[in-house]
């Protein structure tokens, strides 16, 4: 119950010793300790409790404050029961001491009464000499208590030496196995972090790749786009210029036709005032000869029929210019749509190769690590766009009494080129939509009416 005080003392030889603290060991702990069987000096079997703590130091002045850590092992050994020794007394003390006690001496008195002058001595007493006797033989039991004692600290600590090479050498062993342990763990952790700076540079290489790679289609896309529009641009204008063309020759063919119907007209108005002046003539002088009459109407005759025959040709010829200007439109939109179809095909093409790149790219970022070190940089680049904003828009505070400025003078100029890039554009949509070709589901006739809400919605916003 009461716990056993180990006092730690400071000695100095040139001052007084100090109590630095007080450690308590409460001695009942070691009987709850587990219990181990083991052989005795004589061959028994016994019992042994080993319990091991550690426990603070407490300072003994002052706040009760730890100042120190003792770690202690107590060990209770049990040899069952103790065998009894008795005290053997020789038997002449011992015969003496029962004579001495049980059958007094008759003639004592006597003598005593004879002889009153002599006294025994006091070692020739049975006390003394049963007292001799006992403490002789407390010596010898304490020779061999003490011998017993040494044999059993022997035995003690060579067991104890034992127990404690054993459990060095399990100490040695379980280091030697941590070491082993711990060496396996670094070259693997080793390893792991090569095959993960390997995999951090094969990402990098693959995002450099995956950047130039996209770089690559974009320029691709961009560059297949401006073939397209130039080569769209180019049609068109070819297309406009022959439409242009036509017009001009059909606007010829008209004025000729109209020309030529009005040179049939005069001929016919002729051929009518000769005929009517011969009919005249023929009445008045119906003496003359006939066949000059009918040599100038048969001249006239002759005259129709090629004014006529020059009618039918340009009439064919301007059906010609119409069906070749209709092939020409034609065949303006079957290479329109073919270019299209090979355009939609390449970027179709550029848009799997960004998928299957993308996906690998995806497959490789698995690792927890790497993951962290996105999360790193998507932080700093958060921080970097937050930072270009702040200065975005600070530099855009600074603009803006300038643009309000520049806004306000461009304000005052007149829409004049808007309106005549409108009317350019709605009579290209008419002109389409006139040759049959297209129709309003087409894509050039939806990007032009788009084209024209935009400015007509820019105009009535300006306005």
């Not at 066949?291 to 005759?301: A, F, K, V």
Request: with cysteine; glycine share 4%; net charge neutral.
């Amino acid at each position: 119950r009461l716990p056993l005080l180990v006092e730690v003392w400071h000695k100095d030889k040139m001052a007084k010793d100090l109590l630095l603290g007080v450690a308590r060991l409460k001695l009942s702990n070691v009987l709850t300790a587990e219990k181990s069987r083991f052989l005795g000096p004589s061959g028994d079997q016994c019992w042994r409790q080993t319990y091991s703590e550690r426990i603070p130091v407490v300072a003994a002045h002052g706040s009760s404050n730890k100042i120190a850590e003792l770690y202690y092992s107590m060990t209770l050994e049990d040899y069952n029961f103790v065998k009894t020794q008795h005290v053997t007394v020789s038997d002449s003390s011992q015969n003496s001491n029962i004579g001495y006690q049980q059958q007094p001496d008759p003639s004592a008195k006597p003598v005593q009464a004879s002889e009153p002058g002599h006294e025994p001595g006091p070692r020739e007493t049975m006390e003394y000499k049963a007292a001799l006797e006992l403490e002789m033989w407390k010596e010898v039991q304490e020779d061999l208590f003490q011998d017993q004692l040494k044999h059993k600290e022997l035995a003690h600590m060579q067991a104890l030496a034992e127990e404690w090479k054993k459990r060095d050498r399990e100490r040695e062993a379980l280091v030697k196995k941590k070491v082993l342990e711990y060496a396996a763990l670094e070259e693997r952790l080793q390893k792991t972090l090569a095959d993960l700076e390997k995999r951090e540079r094969q990402l990098a290489n693959g995002e450099v790749e995956l950047q130039r790679l996209r770089r690559e289609l974009q320029d691709e896309h961009d560059r297949s786009l401006r073939e397209m529009q130039e080569t769209t641009r180019r049609c068109t204008e070819d297309s406009v210029r022959q439409v242009e063309l036509e017009k001009l020759k059909f606007n010829q063919l008209e004025q000729d036709k109209f020309r030529l119907q009005q040179q049939l007209h005069e001929a016919e108005q002729k051929y009518k005032l000769l005929e009517k002046e011969f009919h005249q003539y023929k009445e008045q002088q119906s003496s003359k000869p006939e066949i000059r009459l009918q040599s100038e109407i048969n001249l006239l005759t002759l005259e129709k029929v090629e004014f006529e025959r020059k009618l039918e040709s340009a009439t064919k010829s301007k059906l010609h210019y119409k069906q070749q200007w209709g092939r020409a439109l034609k065949e303006l939109a079957r290479l329109k749509q073919r270019e299209q179809e090979n355009a939609m095909a390449r970027l179709k093409k550029q848009q799997q190769e960004l998928e299957h790149m993308r996906l690998r790219y995806l497959a490789a970022e698995e690792k927890e690590v790497v993951k962290t070190e996105r999360q790193e940089l998507a932080e700093i680049r958060n921080e970097l766009n937050r930072l270009k904003l702040q200065e975005n828009k600070e530099a855009s505070d600074q603009r803006a009494p300038a643009v309000g400025r520049e806004a306000g003078d461009h304000a005052q100029q007149p829409d004049e080129a808007l309106d005549n890039y409108l009317t350019r554009l709605i009579e290209e949509r008419d002109t389409l939509l006139r040759t049959g070709v297209y129709t309003h589901d087409d894509r050039i006739i939806s990007e032009l009416d788009k084209q024209i809400r935009q400015i007509m919605i820019k105009r009535g916003g300006q306005r």
